[in-house]
């Protein structure tokens, strides 16, 4: 199983962007989906969480702001991002609890980092 994100990029504060995160591989099913992130320095942070339900939780940092969503049928889970700030600056990465052949009591899958930079 893999996540590959992609999506991240050089934004102006105030402006927007939409990252993605596909998991492929053999797969039954998948439970949560997430994103968190890592600015330079801190250590890596929750962001928002998807449940397999569609139940959504966010970190206070990025309610309001930011908004996940996922597409079941492609194992796709989508982060928008709205009104950034210089703040929102870090790697994002991907998270997903994977339940398929080879992780029959589920196991976390992690995707490689996009890179999100909030600057004028």
């Known amino acids: 199983v893999q996540l590959q994100a992609s999506g991240g990029g050089l934004v102006q504060p105030g402006g927007s962007l939409r990252l993605s995160c596909v998991a492929s591989g053999s797969i039954f099913t998948i439970n949560d989906m997430g994103w968190y992130r890592q600015a330079p320095g801190k250590q890596r942070e929750w962001v928002a969480t998807i449940t397999n339900a569609g139940r959504t939780n966010y970190a206070d940092s990025v309610k309001g702001r930011f908004t996940i969503s996922r597409d079941s049928a492609k194992n796709t889970v989508y982060l928008q991002m709205n009104s950034l700030k210089f703040e929102d600056t870090a790697i994002y990465y991907c998270?997903?609890?994977?339940?398929?052949?080879?992780?029959?009591?589920?196991?976390?899958?992690w995707g490689n980092g996009t890179l999100v930079t909030v600057s004028s």
């Open positions: 998270n997903a609890e994977v339940f398929g052949p080879e992780e029959p009591y589920g196991v976390d899958y």
